[in-house]
Antibody, heavy 115, light 113 residues
């Protein structure tokens, strides 16, 4: 069956970077774009960007331009999201979600930014 | 960006009773292809979101038929015909018509009275 499995929780210091992975299985990796979103504590969802796994083309929300990089490795059906220059405002659960209407979501990766 | 506004933000419901959540968008969500791309998601405590409804009224596979979606233009509704204990969680609407970005409502917390 279709599965999307994310990497584990991270604790980072302000100013550092974090890289979260999202490994897929059960479908053709290059057939669906992959989105990245985040959910701050007690808040709703914020779309960060997406990647075309076939071409590697990306599109980022204006808010994160220059700070977020989404990449993929087609050999292991995995998408990555790296966020740099972290601040406490970046403390959140980060999700990948398959395009096709956000029908499949990863389990989420908690990123805590604290000195 | 399209703003999605949900109401109420908190919804206490008696087991077996109906529940209704409203979602209004700042722009018409009718796409140039004629479809309207509004989805509803359920997020149970400690879980990732699960899509319930897509394109306003289409239920996802495995979603109980007590969940239904309706609406058009800028006004949309998610209804639960008879609330069960497993329906506790936060419900979000999302629009996929005008992107990027994809935008969500603030969420409606459904709890049992």
């Amino acid at each position: 069956q279709v599965q999307v499995v994310q990497s584990g929780a991270e604790v980072k210091k302000p100013g550092a970077s974090v890289k979260v992975s999202c490994q897929t299985s059960g479908y053709t990796f290059t057939d669906y774009y992959m989105h990245w979103l985040r959910q701050a504590p007690g808040q709703g969802f914020e779309w960060m960007g997406w990647i075309n796994p076939n071409t590697g083309d990306t599109n980022y929300a204006q808010k994160f331009q220059g700070r977020v990089t989404v990449t993929r490795d087609t050999s292991i059906n995995t998408v990555y999201m790296e966020l740099s220059r972290l601040t406490s405002d970046d403390t959140a659960v980060y999700y990948c979600a398959r395009d096709g209407g956000f029908d499949i979501w990863g389990q989420g990766t908690r990123v805590t930014v604290s000195s | 960006d399209v703003v999605m506004t949900q109401s109420p933000l908190s919804l206490p419901v008696t087991l077996g009773q109906p529940a209704s959540i409203s979602c209004r968008s700042s722009l018409s969500l009718v796409h140039s292809d004629g479809d309207t791309y509004v989805s509803w998601f359920q997020q149970r405590p400690g879980q990732s979101p699960r899509r319930l409804i897509y394109k306003v009224s289409n239920r996802d596979s495995g979603v109980p038929d007590r969940f239904s979606g309706s609406g058009s233009g800028t006004d949309f509704t998610l209804r639960i015909s008879r609330v069960e204990a497993e329906d506790v969680g936060v419900y979000y609407c999302m629009q996929s018509t005008h992107w990027p970005p994809w935008t969500f409502g603030q969420g409606t917390k459904v709890e049992i009275k």
